[in-house]
């Protein structure tokens, strides 16, 4: 038997409901890989970036899987309406379907909830017997998987980067957070032969860069010291997330430099330390941020941040505080997000016993440009404005040239710096239209 699944990555749609069309996409997301690899004898695996491709309504590919981020959630469903419509089998997997597991089962035929690996072959023995179940759920018991198939994004107009996993999970439960929602403060790593497997094979296709997907590389700092040792010797860059708690292990943010990391993203959330207590950071201390950033910039790496509009202690007052903090901080690349009430988080279980907080409940509408929380300072509306005046001010040309051109950086990494600029100037064509900024 002959079998074959088309996996799509969804696009998202703009504030003026235009969907999100690129000639280049630079995050290729690993998940669709790495399910084609595991994939059991007799089926075969096309790829599909909405963002960058047309979607091949006429494939000849037996069953559709779509998965995707929480955003592209309302183009996710359309795609799979149309699909259902021409008599294909369709399943969706991924953070978001995987805490709205009902809701998604509405728009498709099955919905494999949490980790994928040991599943995929499950679903597709079941498509073989006519007896597709409506959910897949079974939790790892230990991280590991095949080489990816990178075969299937390579010839596509993606970036000059390919992404690698080393760990999934974090111990740390931020009430807002997926991660923590689905895993429950377990963190969990591959072999590092595994992983260097992986990042070798994706030197050996020409890359010289990875992103290695890890929601906490410092969760681990005995492992994360014996994987830059050994990626040191490839003379490759990389870029990941990870706590503000590497700036406190010296000799692991030495080994992370020097084995070619350039850039770390950092949830900084807030710069007050009620609202991080809200929301169960009150390990992070907004007072030392700065020291934090200046600290891994002096260690030869750039800090890109992420934090959330719409706090309980927002005001259009803090936020100038926020723009002002980020104007100094010397952050290369600040990203933010509405405060989101995801279904099955923390923060939506407490947000849904207090009357008039959220403001909209429809998920599939749920963004990280648009707030849906009313909080004691402003409204849902009210956040958003904000939210968008913030990253307007921040992405001004003065501001981009402030942190790129007219900055020390450009005498210490001018190649580095160029890159940044361009970053940033792709953020701002993305806040102009109307998109929050992210490296798609």
């Known amino acids: 038997m002959n079998k074959k699944i088309l996996f799509i990555q969804p696009t998202i749609y703009d504030e003026s409901g235009r969907l999100l069309k690129k000639k280049k996409l630079y995050f290729v997301g690993l998940a669709h890989p790495l399910l084609a690899a595991l994939l059991p004898e007799g089926w075969s695996a096309q790829m599909c970036l909405d963002m960058i491709e047309d979607i091949p309504y006429d494939t000849d590919a037996d069953v559709i899987g779509i998965g995707g981020v929480g955003h592209s959630a309302k183009r996710a469903v359309e795609i799979a309406a149309e699909f259902k419509k021409r008599g294909k089998t369709v399943f969706m997997g991924g953070p978001m379907v995987s805490l709205v597991p009902n809701l998604a089962k509405e728009y498709c035929d099955s919905v494999m ?89 994706i ?9 290695l997907v890890d929601d906490n590389i410092v969760s681990d700092p005995d492992y994360m010291l014996e994987l830059c040792r050994q990626i040191k010797p490839l003379k490759m860059k990389w870029m990941s997330q990870c706590a503000i708690q590497i700036a406190d292990n010296p000799e692991l943010l030495k080994a992370v430099a020097e084995s070619g990391c350039y850039v770390l993203s950092f949830g900084l959330e807030n710069i007050n330390p009620d609202a991080l207590r809200s929301v169960g950071k009150s390990w992070c201390d907004p007072n030392d941020y700065y020291r934090i950033i200046k600290t891994v910039n002096d260690a030869g790496i750039e ?52 009357s008039g907080r959220i403001a909209s409940s429809d998920v599939l509408e749920y963004k990280p440009s648009k707030s849906v929380l009313n909080t004691p300072n402003m409204s849902a509306d009210e956040i958003t404005r904000e939210y968008w005046k913030l990253y307007k001010r921040l992405y001004s040309v003065k501001n981009i040239l402030k942190r790129t051109l007219f900055n020390k950086r450009m005498l210490k990494h001018p190649a580095r710096t160029l890159f940044f600029l361009g970053v940033n100037l792709v953020y701002r064509s993305q806040i102009k239209r109307g998109v929050a900024p992210n490296i798609f």
């Open 303 to 354: 800090v890109a941040s992420e934090m959330i509009v719409g706090m309980d202690t927002d005001t259009p007052s803090s936020l100038e505080e926020t723009a002002r903090f980020v104007e100094n901080s010397n952050i290369v690349a600040p990203k933010f997000y509405c405060l989101t009430p995801i279904p099955g988080t923390q923060l939506n279980k407490q947000m849904s016993e207090e």
């Open 203 to 211: 030197k050996s296709l020409g890359f010289k860069k990875f992103l």
């Open 113 to 201: 909830i949490g980790d994928s690996e040991e599943t995929i072959g499950m679903l597709c023995r079941d498509i073989e017997n006519g007896q597709l179940k409506p959910f897949y759920e079974k939790p790892l018991s230990r991280l590991t998987f095949p080489l990816p198939r990178y075969d299937l994004v390579v010839k596509k107009k993606i970036g000059d980067f390919l992404p690698v996993q080393a760990g999934r999970g974090c111990p740390n439960t931020c009430s807002f957070c997926t991660i923590s929602c689905l895993f429950k403060g377990r963190y969990i790593r591959r072999e590092i032969d595994e992983v260097m497997r992986d990042i070798k094979y």
